[in-house]
């Protein structure tokens, strides 16, 4: 193909943004507005810009240890030139420099699950939003004291509680003012017993429905029960004014936070989005960088599909002392893999997306229940959620 790729300048970047309009049909601000952070690429045909995208690299919680890793986004290709494959063209070369710069993991929202899932990635969890009455959350009692704006201590705060997930990210310096500029009005409030640290910090927005307003969160973060009843209680104190509370795809982890909390679960509502999905890039550095139960002391022989997908290849991966080590073959010659793995499978298996042998099987996993199910206790110590939108 008659098509060069390269890492644009910004003459070749508003015109990236130009053409994004026109693929997306609406315009695409964080093209402009996380540029300056990003890894930027575009495909040229006779020095036309015909497809890009951009990639940030922002370390991600798993294990509870930032990993190295790019978030891929904003990625199109040009109307006429699609039906060519030149999308995957431009995903390998987008992977390609962001390895080069460090990254061993590479995460992305797409619409287009079954193209990217083809590529390689695979989604850890399914998404949500929720939406419930304003009035259904004021049951909840109120102990804590409430700060408005003062934001002094939330880096580290929200540091310690994302990594007790993993694919949260370690959020970077420009992280604030890339929020304030997506939402005017985001207002962030922290949590705390009397007298003590925070311990929760809730960001909310305000936006337009057609029965008037709704409060929309786009952050909730709470380190135990009684944080997360206050901050549930402090939005419930807005029924006067705001029928309902939206919680974005990204503003509540996984789990039964709303359900345990409601007298009628059936006045929440969810809407399913596409999932944020993962790729491990670097299966060995991978392995070595993330965080591991520390009290794991055990080996699996296992066959991982190459990365470009031509086949499998023996792997040995030792776990003990919070550490662990992924090396191709030392297994006993004839011995038959412990579990069998594509690369879409694995980097599901390392965000803990794997909840149980039975999942795994159907999930296509190969090996026996009992040898899965070890595995599986190596990662599912921590559950996926990803609390970034890019």
């Known amino acids: 193909m008659d098509v060069e790729f390269a890492e644009a300048d910004d003459a070749q970047w508003a015109e990236y943004d130009a053409l994004a309009r026109r693929a997306y049909g609406q315009p695409v601000p964080d093209i402009t507005r996380l540029g300056p952070y990003a890894d930027r690429r575009v495909a040229l045909r006779g020095g036309r810009v015909v497809a890009g995208g951009m990639a940030v690299l922002v370390p991600q919680w798993f294990g509870g240890r930032p990993v190295p890793a790019a978030s891929m986004g904003c990625g199109c ?20 420099a962001v390895q080069d710069q460090g990254a061993v993991l590479a995460a992305l929202w797409t619409a287009s699950n079954g193209y990217v899932r083809r590529l390689g990635w695979e989604a850890p969890v ?39 997930w993993n694919g949260p990210w370690q959020r970077p310096a420009w992280w604030p003012a890339w929020q304030q500029e997506r939402h005017p009005d985001l207002e962030t409030y922290t949590f705390a017993e009397h007298g003590r640290e925070p311990s929760g910090v809730l960001t909310t927005a305000t936006q337009r429905t057609p029965g008037g307003r709704q409060l929309v969160v786009h952050d909730f973060w709470a380190a135990d029960a009684p944080t997360a009843d206050a901050m549930l209680a402090f939005l419930g104190r807005h029924h006067g004014r705001v029928p309902t509370v939206m919680f974005e795809r990204t503003g509540l982890p996984p ?25 491990v ?6 392995v070595e960088l993330r965080g591991w139960p520390g009290h794991l002391d055990d080996e699996f022989v296992l066959d991982l599909a190459d990365l470009d997908g031509a086949g499998f290849s023996r792997h040995t991966m030792s776990i003990g002392a919070g550490s662990a080590r992924l090396a191709p073959g030392g297994a006993r010659r004839g011995r038959t893999a412990d579990v069998t793995l594509t690369m879409g499978q694995f980097s599901l298996w390392y965000a803990g997306g794997y909840r149980s042998p039975a999942a795994a099987a159907l999930a296509g996993l190969r090996g026996e ?8 206790a190596a990662t599912a110590d921590r559950e996926p959620w990803l609390a970034d939108y890019f």
């Open 77 to 96: 290709v040009a109307p006429e030139e699609r039906g060519g494959r030149l999308a995957a063209h431009l995903a390998r070369e987008r992977v390609r």
């Open 369 to 376: 229940d009992s040898v899965i199910a070890r595995l599986l």
């Open 281 to 286: 890039l670097d299966p060995a550095r991978a």
């Open 126 to 164: 399914p998404v949500f939003s929720w939406t419930v009455p304003t009035a259904a959350l004021t049951q909840a009692a109120d102990t804590m004291e409430i700060t408005h704006g003062d934001t002094t201590q939330l880096a580290d705060l929200r540091d310690r509680l994302a990594g007790r």
């Open 255 to 279: 789990g039964p936070v709303l359900q345990q909390r409601l007298a009628n679960v059936g006045t929440a509502t969810a809407r399913a989005w596409h999932p944020w999905m993962l790729r």
